[in-house]
């Protein structure tokens, strides 16, 4: 399929996807101008303020923008008995790009004003100006085409960032880049990137023409003013009804997932389940990055998702890996009940442990059959990891010692990105994970892991306990489905939605029918 129809069979979505990406970027541009402006104009009033305010802000500009998501969601502040910040969606989105559009509007603000004529400011308080006039009437006028400039770039910065924020189920354009990522499908990166990048160039567009033809008439001075305060008006309306209508609870169930394949297709396969049993309406909050979804959870944005339990054991826990399936899945139930009012329900049957993937020609050359196998090659080699298997207790420092490997050169990606480098021939060994559909669709070999070194990743639904007393039926839901998926079943359904280009939700549907869950 060609980008056009792609566009053309989903012009829907898209319309849809690019409304929130442009909600996004307008709302949180609008905000950091009504906090920007006003900054920078006291900056110019105490210049020592100068330092730590743009230092503070020089700093948000370095944080990575999925830190700073998980920083914000367990941040619950309310106003009102509304909560302003915290949580998932659109609402921790606009908070986090504020922050990023900050810096330049400040320091723009703080920079046009300052560098006004020193003798214009003295002709003003000649005629008698107070500050206040001098402000509104001579500086502001003045420093306008400077502030627009930040604004310009304030806005590029927002359209940028918003497709991440697709990772906190905020909507935007981001949702197709990251589809296309986990499912290796240009396309869908395309049907993301290339609007975003249209609405930046249109954006700068407009606010460059509005820099350009700005002249500093008597007509501009005299309704300078009144332009600042009717536009923040509006934009503080605009903003407050959107704080409003995100914090306002639904009292529906909220089904939640991480951003890959495999938790999509199972965040809609509890997400239909629990709706044909219960008949209690099921909001759908998928493609959380990281642990967002855990953050989420303890924050009361979502209900229920499927965790691993050596991804809760290593990277939530924090404790040291161990062997044994039963014993790690009592501990992470007992830990989860104690330290976060979590729950967790039946296994959902499979185990999705990392799976150390070769090209099947090159097994089938070299005759390998092992881990230990690939690592007496391993020299004349390139690997693949993920950013998630360099960095976790369980992933490529152990992983390299037990088996002895001393890899040529190792490339760190996106995981979605290490089965094309691998197709592709750009790297010999990488670790996937065991039930990716990927792995099917390019005919990879896995590698048996000889050593038993990763610990057991069995697929569980957490659920957080008050949901469950709340809404005693989920739990009988949730125990229906439990042992109904098995490895090979599993791979099937990613490759059904990675290798086939078949929705998630469909895919699931069929399954569930299939299992008798759905009639």
């Given at each position: 399929m060609t980008l056009i129809e792609f566009f053309s069979r989903n012009s829907g979505e898209l319309t849809t996807l690019t409304l929130e990406h442009l909600f996004l970027v307008v709302v949180s541009t609008g905000i950091a101008i009504l906090i920007g402006v006003p900054l920078g104009i006291l900056l110019t009033r105490r210049p020592a303020l100068s330092k730590p305010v743009l230092g503070f802000a020089n700093i948000m500009q370095t944080v990575p923008s999925l830190a700073l998501f998980g920083f914000l969601i367990p941040l619950n502040v309310y106003l009102f008995h509304v909560k302003i910040v915290g949580g998932i969606g659109a609402r921790t989105a606009i908070v986090a790009l504020v922050l990023y559009a900050l810096l330049p509007i400040i320091r723009n603000t703080f920079t046009g004003i300052s560098n006004v004529d020193p003798a214009i400011r003295d002709a003003g308080r000649g005629m008698g100006m107070t500050d206040r006039q001098l402000l509104l009437r001579v500086e502001l006028p003045l420093a306008l085409g400077v502030i627009i400039a930040g604004v310009r770039v304030a806005t590029v910065i927002c359209v940028g960032t918003a497709t991440i924020a697709a990772a906190i189920d905020a909507g935007g354009l981001g949702r197709y880049i990251f589809r296309g990522l986990r499912a290796n499908d240009n396309v869908l990166i395309l049907a993301g990137a290339v609007p975003a990048a249209l609405i930046a160039v249109a954006a700068d567009l407009l606010l460059g023409y509005v820099e350009r033809t700005i002249q500093?008439?008597?007509?501009?001075?005299?309704?300078?003013?009144?332009?600042?305060?009717?536009?923040?008006?509006?934009?503080?309306?605009?903003?407050?009804?959107?704080?409003?209508?995100?914090?306002?609870?639904?009292?529906?169930?909220?089904?939640?997932?991480?951003?890959?394949?495999?938790?999509?297709?199972?965040?809609?396969?509890?997400?239909?389940?629990i709706e044909a049993k219960t008949g209690t309406e099921v909001v759908r909050r998928f493609d959380l990055g990281g642990n967002l979804a855990h953050d989420a959870m303890i924050a009361g944005e979502i209900d229920v998702y499927v965790e691993y339990t050596g991804t809760a054991l290593l990277a939530i826990l924090k404790e040291k890996p161990m062997a044994d399936p039963q014993e790690v899945l009592r501990r992470v139930k007992t830990e989860y009940a104690s330290r976060f009012k979590l729950e967790w329900t039946e296994p959902l049957g499979f185990n999705n442990t990392f799976a150390i993937l070769v090209r099947a020609e090159d097994a089938k050359k070299l005759g390998l059959k092992t881990v230990s196998d690939a690592s007496k090659v391993s020299r004349q080699w390139r690997a693949g990891f993920g950013q998630d298997f360099m960095s976790r207790s369980d992933g490529y420092p152990g992983f390299a010692q037990t088996y002895g490997f001393h890899f040529q050169e190792i490339r760190e990606m996106d995981l979605s990105l290490t089965y094309r480098a691998l197709a592709e021939k750009q790297v010999d060994l990488i670790a996937g994970n065991s039930t990716d559909g990927l792995i099917s669709r390019y005919g990879f070999f896995q590698l048996e892991d000889d050593r038993h070194y990763f610990p057991p990743y069995d697929a569980v639904p957490v659920a957080r306990q008050a949901t469950l007393q709340k809404h005693p039926e989920v739990r009988s839901v949730l125990k229906q489905l439990g042992g109904i998926l098995t490895v090979d079943e599993m791979r099937k359904l990613n490759y059904a939605v990675d290798g086939e280009k078949r929705q998630p939700g469909d895919v699931a549907r069929e399954f569930l029918r299939r299992k008798g869950i759905l009639s």
């Open positions: 500093f008439t008597s007509m501009v001075r005299a309704k300078s003013r009144k332009l600042l305060w009717s536009s923040g008006i509006v934009i503080l309306a605009f903003a407050g009804l959107v704080y409003f209508i995100a914090g306002k609870s639904t009292g529906r169930i909220a089904v939640g997932s991480k951003d890959f394949t495999e938790q999509v297709i199972l965040g809609e396969i509890l997400a239909q389940a």
